[in-house]
């Protein structure tokens, strides 16, 4: 019912930067958030970054100062823009939107397939 399509990850070295894209589409009546989720090896999903549609965003305090969430409402786009990339970033990064569909009476998750992100030392 909704799809959301990632792009931007990659290989970077240390001290570089990423910017992701996340675009959704489909049944979509409203979205209620947008947002990163990333999962590194051995460890637990966490959230990066979620902003609202209307703007208010919340940061991991890991990358705060380093990383910045925005959005296009008219695209149905968010974006993370990330700086002073260090190894322990590396992981695999989830897109992520709170949304409810046409005709639909409750908000649901969806979740992009998921873009790699590897920071070499």
């Known amino acids: 019912q909704v799809q959301l399509v990632e792009s931007g990850g990659g290989l970077v070295q240390a001290g570089g930067s990423l910017r992701l894209s996340c675009a959704a589409s489909?049944?979509?009546?409203?979205?209620?958030?947008m947002g990163w989720y990333r999962q590194a090896p051995g460890k637990q999903r966490e959230l990066v970054a979620r902003?609202?549609?209307?703007?208010?965003?919340n940061y991991a305090d890991s990358i705060k100062g380093r990383f910045t969430i925005s959005r296009d409402n008219a695209k149905n786009t968010v974006y993370l823009q990330m700086n002073s990339l260090k190894p322990e970033d590396t992981a695999v990064y989830y897109c992520?939107?709170?949304?409810?569909?046409?005709?639909?009476?409750?908000?649901?998750?969806?979740w992009g397939q998921g873009t790699q992100v590897t920071v070499s030392s």
């Open positions: 992520n939107a709170l949304t409810k569909v046409l005709g639909g009476l409750r908000l649901a998750d969806y």
């Open positions: 902003i609202t549609s209307d703007g208010n965003a």
């Open positions: 489909g049944r979509i009546s409203s979205i209620n958030a």
